[in-house]
């Protein structure tokens, strides 16, 4: 590991540390994810390792060598643009079976992948694309109006290339072999992922291709995940959910992988049915979705048996699960639901529940302690509960999760300040409370009940409330507002808007809605809005977001649509 230039020796440390398990270290059989490639490649040749549905339900299919010869046309596209080893590459793109290549071409490379989805307004998509450092970046058409001027704008000038005509014919021009200039190492940076927090810009996570295989590993043995089997991806592949579990775990295990350019309701078990798929990942929004779909169409879920015949279980992450969406999912598909929890600081899930629990057990730990549990740490990394100097605390005591391990990020780009606080006792603070309990042979159950940080979770993505309030503030006769995140079943969390007029101004939800969503994307921009005369503030004048959350609780059960939806 390379520390930053930032890092102080003393913090350096401290996240060295918290990347290391006490116990035995679970050996990653690889040097790196270009040998992951290579091997995979040629030991199962013909066989599919993406297949990508397009919108319009259009299949095509990528043989595993197939799948390396385009990767390695894509890395050596790469390499007459610049990139080497260590420099930064962007994807602004939604799911794509051409993302998946570049992915895999510049961790061939040992280059590093920066993420970027498209949800971001403009001025963050600016800044991540300056801050990360990136040289090249592969924009799908569909969105060059929006980000060319964006682009234009980055003083370093990066590199476009322009997908998926222009991609496609650099590929055929280039040849399949690629040979690294130097060592590609299991240490190298393989992703920076920005995630929202409570101040200004997002943090960059840094993730190695260390990271990226341990958790590969972990998920894939957790799950009893072999090369006969099949995962699917219905999540964006620009989050570590949809990259880590359903990209690199399938190829870590030899298996298969399903990519959807999107979720939909309609689609998803009759292609689930069609490739025999036998896991998917999901965010608690998507089994509220699937449940309102087939309420609405009863007689589809009466005759839906076989398309369920392959499918063991569902993992379900990335946002606040609650107990009553895990029973009515389970009861109406009889599904089970493997609950787990992570960050993109832990590369994505560090603890799941035991997929050989019986039924009675799965139910006791999903239903009996107010919270589902998000299971048991995996061999990849510990867990703790934690006070705040890093004690560890008892069954049942609520406390701080942290977390170390193989799957622990390298540290956040440039962020030293974040870094110090993160690190401050040698794990990773999450900044999420939880507790956990035991059981009959000793394990630990853990379960989440809240955010100590004040992150607003909307269907597993991060939203900070504090870009929100500044929105707010800049509307005409606000005197004070904030953003609150209120629990919603269909999103886990929704975004409303608790303001306070000016004194003697009209002011109308409609008028504080729309300037909202002028300057937000629809997924950061209230919903709902409660006026009132004074926002709850601590002794020391910060808001009290929580306080209002009660407000909102009779649009729960909403699920709130753009308009042209």
Known sequence: MVASAMLSEVTFEKIAHACQVSGDIQAIEYQNIGELLFKQARYYDSKPYLIFYDLGGNRSSFSYKEFFGLVGQCANVMHSFGIRRGDRI?????NHSDTVIQYFAAWLMGACVVPVSLSEDDNRIHYILENSRTKLIFLRSDYTERV?????????????IVCSQEFHELLQNASPFYTSEEAVTIEDEALIVYTSGTTGNPKGVVLTQHNLLADAKGISEWHGMTNSQRMMCVLPIHHVNGTVVTLVTPMYFGGTVVLNHKFQSEHFFERIERERVNVVSVVPTLLAFLIEYYKSQPTLLETMTGQRATLRHIICGAGPLTVELGVQFEEMFNIPIMHGYGLSETTCYSCFLPINLSMEE?????REYGYPSIGVAIPQNEMMIADD??????PGEKGEIAIRGENVMKYYYENDEANENTFSYDWFRSGDEGFYQLDSIGRKFFFITGRIKELIIRGGVNISPLEIDEVLAKCPKVKAA?????????????IGAYVQPIEGATLTEEEVLAHCHALLPFSKAP???????????????KYQRNKCKPLF????????RKSSE
Do not use: C
Request: charge should be negative; glycine fraction near 8%; avoid cysteine.
């Open 148 to 160: 060319i001027p964006i682009i234009k704008s980055i003083p370093s000038d990066p590199s476009v």
């Open 90 to 94: 962007a994807t602004i793109s939604h």
């Open 362 to 366: 799965h139910r006791h730990w999903m």
């Open 482 to 494: 904030i953003a609150v995140g209120f629990e919603n079943d269909f999103y886990g969390e929704e």
């Open 553 to 560: 609780l009779k649009w729960k059960a909403i699920q709130f």
């Open 389 to 394: 100097i890093g004690h560890e605390l008892a």
């Open 527 to 541: 919903k709902v809005v409660i006026f009132g005369n004074e926002i709850p503030v601590t002794s020391t004048g």
